[in-house]
């Protein structure tokens, strides 16, 4: 079914929460991949079972796609169709590697934690909230591409 179909036009977030998540990245501008970086870290140490999803994986290449991918979803914020098929279908390829459901939770607790590492102070309870929203909704769609 296409994204579309699922979603029609129905937004992602509000704009105020969509603006308060394309401000805050832009902020990270050059720092991206201290933001990956410490994301796969934390997630390591929240979960360590997860590194052995990426035991073959070049990880210097998998951060530069997963600062490329949150790039581009932000970018989408504004065509929900677009950002949905997107996200289902970043959702397969993740299900395709073994990545669970609980695993989208553990990935979004580590991603905050590296986005408020790198932010400092300008990762207020606000920024924490849009972004909190952005990653839930983002990955509600990568459930339903994943599949059961």
């Known amino acids: 079914m296409e994204a579309q179909d699922n979603y029609g036009s129905m937004p992602l977030v509000d ?4 603006r308060l998540v394309q401000e805050s990245w832009a ?3 050059g720092r991206e991949d201290e933001v990956v970086k410490a994301f ?18 070049d990880m210097e290449h998998l951060r530069l796609k997963f600062a490329d991918t949150i790039h581009l979803l932000l970018g989408l914020l504004d ?6 098929g997107q996200a289902e279908q970043s ?5 395709m590697y073994g990545v669970r459901d609980r695993d ?14 790198t932010l400092g102070d300008d990762f207020t309870p606000e ?8 990653y839930t909704r983002v990955t509600h769609a990568m ?3 994943r599949g059961p």
């Open 79 to 84: 065509d929900p169709a677009a950002l949905y």
């Open 127 to 134: 920024v924490r909230d849009a972004w909190a929203e952005a």
């Open 143 to 145: 459930s339903r591409g």
């Open 40 to 57: 796969y870290a934390r997630l390591f140490e929240l979960k360590p079972q997860l590194e052995d999803l990426f035991v073959t994986t």
């Open 104 to 117: 989208f939770r553990t990935g979004g607790e580590a991603l905050l934690w590296a986005i408020a590492q």
């Open 27 to 29: 902020r990270l501008a």
């Open 15 to 18: 704009s105020a929460t969509a």
């Open 91 to 95: 959702g397969r390829r993740h299900g």
